[in-house]
């Protein structure tokens, strides 16, 4: 068994308390949380989170009066009132259990080994959780690139967390600037000699973490608070000797850290190799997964059929011409088609945008358009593409359609056109 240079000091009857109670609560956290981060790590899940549930689902039926609609399959990073509940049931076991651990506990005068093994599940929880959200990054799957459909859809008609993550996704460089960082603070959380460093950057990239999800209301605000939350934690225990030297000028230096040793050296390096070898296999399985995703809908996919945007040249139904109105709300002005199979969207004339299901068949030349809000709203249609003209015909309802339209090549809009100047002589305003 490795030993350890722990050293036993007694702790106050406050300092074991807040322990008892936060050793509770961040273990279940972990547990249950199906945070999707640490590999296979939903086996262990499949025993513990279904009869932990069933006590949320007593919980809330008996003191808020919600159904009992969780199930093992349930994802708890989401911010619904379900998670919420989870964790304020989280919050009353382990306040019971902290006191029931008083009373049960009264000769122990300090938890150091405890703390310990409580830092240890901390470090790898968030390590391995910033790997996996670097590696989202760094395949550019987490913001993806803009669509056709994202390009064409307005500021106005966007949601705030659209809008934060279009701005994130446009910057393939920043995507790869913030993985490496988190790279970073993953792999720093992992070693005793850097955790506190790594930890620290974790904090601050938390804070705009946080600000991020909960000023966009993004709907993982439980989640990053709970992150924010675990590393306070561990830099609590240096956190007097942080305040003394960044704020009162005294010479310190950081609790040293705790090592385990093996009595020999050669198990001491094993044990040192199959460390560094799991932090690999997590990058790889991490990388392995976001890029097949990425392949199947994100920017490393193949482009759907007729990928692209194109505007309407002529729209005729039932043999008469529509003229391009701004008033029209029948009359398509541009037919978008995502990168993302089976994405479509048409804008019309008062540039209300539809979104529409689209099944292309190549070998046919036919493409059905099935509305997403009303699946008798379909279009069957018949296309010809050449020389960067698409002409289509086909039903829709009793209607004959017969559009002609031309690709609309996206390199000439200003947001894909700009490029990186290091000298900037002039800026034109923005248009407000």
Known sequence: MPESNLSVNEWSPGKKQVFRFSFIFLLLYILVN?????????????FTRQPYYQLVNWFGSVFFNTPGSLSNSYHTAT??????????????????????????????????????????????????????????????????????????????????????????????????????????????????????LGNL???????????????????????????????????????????????????????????????????????????????????????????????????????????GVYEVVTFIVNKDTLKPLTTDTTRWNKLVISSIPGNASVVLMNNDMRYFDIKPDTAKRTIQLTSENDTANRYTLSYILKDSVLSVSGMHYNDSLQIRLKQFNLDSLPLLRHKFHWVTEHQKRLKR
Not at 92 to 121: H, M, P, Q
Not at 172 to 187: A, L, P
């Open 201 to 307: 950057l974790a904090i601050g990239a938390l804070v705009n973490v946080m600000a991020f999800n909960y000023y966009f209301d993004d709907n993982v605000k439980l989640l990053s608070t709970m992150l924010m939350i675990m590393s306070l934690f561990l830099l609590s225990k240096n956190i007097k000797r942080l305040i003394d030297f960044f704020f009162r000028g005294k010479e310190t230096s950081l609790e040293p850290a705790h090592f385990y040793r093996f009595t020999t050296k050669s198990k001491n390096i094993a044990f040192q190799i199959i460390k560094c070898g799991l932090i690999v296999l997590v990058i790889l399985l991490d990388l392995r997964s976001f890029s097949a995703k990425a392949r199947q809908w994100g920017y490393l996919g193949k482009k759907a059929p007729l990928y």
């Open 79 to 196: 911010d619904t009132a379900s998670n919420y509940l989870i964790v304020l049931f989280t919050i009353c076991i382990a306040a019971i259990g902290s006191v029931v651990w008083l009373f049960t506990d009264r000769r122990s005068s300090s938890y150091n080994k405890l703390s310990e093994i409580l830092n240890i599940i901390l470090r790898y929880y968030l390590g391995i959780t910033w790997i996996t959200y670097a590696t989202v990054k760094l395949v550019h799957y987490q913001f993806p690139e803009l669509t056709p459909v994202t390009l064409f859809h307005t500021y106005g008609n966007s949601l705030p967390r659209e809008l934060a993550w279009n701005f994130m996704g446009y910057s393939n460089g920043f995507n790869y600037f913030m993985g490496t960082v988190e790279c970073v603070i993953g792999v720093s959380l992992l070693f005793r000699r850097t955790y506190t």
């Open 34 to 46: 199906p945070n999707d981060a640490i590999p296979y790590f939903y086996i262990l899940q499949k």
